[in-house]
C-alpha cells in the first residue's frame, strides 16, 4: 500500500500538468452570445477523481497515477448461474 502523502504527491505532480477533463457527456443544450446567435454545446458531467493505481520509478521504472471517475459497474456472470 502506497502512503498517502505519495499519492498526493503524485496527483500534485500530475495536476500541474493536466491539459485534459475527465467526464461524461451529459447533454446537449443551445448556448446564446450577446447578439442573440445560437451555437450547440454539450454539458460534460465531471466530477471527483480518485487515485486508483500509482507507479513510482523505483519499483515500476516510471511514475504515474491512475485516476477512476464514477461508480464502479457490479459484475455478472452467467456462468454462476446453475441450470437445473
Known sequence: MVGLEKVRRCADNFFEHM???LGTKGKMTQVFDDKGVVSAATLIVAG???ATQVKTADKDGYASV???FGTKKKKTSASRC???
Open 82 to 84: 446453475k441450470v437445473t
Open 19 to 21: 491539459k485534459f477533463m
Open 48 to 50: 471527483p477523481l480518485v
Open 66 to 68: 491512475q485516476f477512476g
